[in-house]
């Protein structure tokens, strides 16, 4: 199975700052990363996909990027509504396997 | 409007068997793979399976592959998950989900199962 390392488990930012979430695969995974925002007691929304394509009704303040292991999410000028947890996905080989989760917080 | 309802939740004693359902709705069921995904309480989560539009290849977890089966009914539009021998580690929240290009696009809102005596 491919493991993917999702850094920092746990963010403080304030509103307006950019803070920047990493994934790395334990091996190359060909782009294929997809980003999910999860909102405490909501199903996970997808953000991203193929590293950096937004999915329609993504602000475009998300952004990633990335190739071969590894991989980035930013958010610039977080905004309240942004707080949440923040997930990454790999969907190149099977089994598909999920980062650990970045939990945003407000400073 | 994509729509996907999961249903079949609830308390469930260990070793006991569950079967959730998905139906699906605002798209055509039949064109799509199909997955299901989990998270334990405060948890991360965690890919089951997915299935093909004609149910003719399914790929699971290998940790769950002997005790979960993923089905589908395009007639129905609906997608199954029977679990069995269920234990506590099973406790969790079920989502289904359609697949595209990008990966697992939409998700239902899940349904709890909760494993105990």
């Known amino acids: 199975d491919i493991q993917m390392t999702q850094s920092p488990p746990s963010l403080s930012a304030s509103l307006g700052d950019k803070v920047t979430i990493t994934c790395q695969a334990s091996?190359?995974?060909?782009?294929?990363i997809a980003w999910y925002q999860q909102k405490p007691g909501k199903a996970p929304r997808q953000l991203i996909r193929?590293?950096?394509t937004l999915v329609s009704g993504t602000p475009s303040r998300f952004s990633g990027s990335g190739s071969g292991r590894d991989y980035s999410f930013s958010i610039s000028n977080v905004e309240s509504e942004d707080i949440a947890s923040y997930y990454c996905?790999?969907?190149?080989?099977?089994?598909?396997?999920f980062g650990a989760g970045t939990k945003l917080e407000l400073k | 409007e994509v729509k996907l309802v999961e249903s079949g939740g609830g308390l469930v004693q260990p070793g006991r068997s569950l079967k959730l359902s998905c139906a699906a709705s605002?798209?055509?069921?039949?064109?799509?793979?199909m997955g299901w995904v989990r998270q334990a309480p405060g948890k991360g989560l965690e890919w089951i399976g997915e299935?093909?539009?004609?149910?003719?290849?399914?790929n699971y977890t290998p940790s769950l592959k002997d005790k979960f089966t993923i089905s589908r009914d395009n007639a129905q539009n609906t997608l199954y998950l029977q679990m069995s021998k269920l234990g506590s580690e099973d406790t969790a929240i079920y989502y289904c989900?359609?697949?595209?290009?990008?990966?697992?696009?939409?998700w239902g809102q899940g349904t709890l199962v909760t494993v105990s005596s």
């Open positions: 989900a359609r697949e595209d290009y990008g990966g697992l696009a939409y």
């Open positions: 605002g798209f055509s069921f039949n064109d799509y793979w």
């Open positions: 299935i093909n539009q004609d149910s003719s290849t399914i």
């Open positions: 091996q190359n995974i060909n782009k294929y």
């Open positions: 193929y590293t950096s």
């Open positions: 996905l790999q969907y190149d080989n099977l089994p598909y396997t």
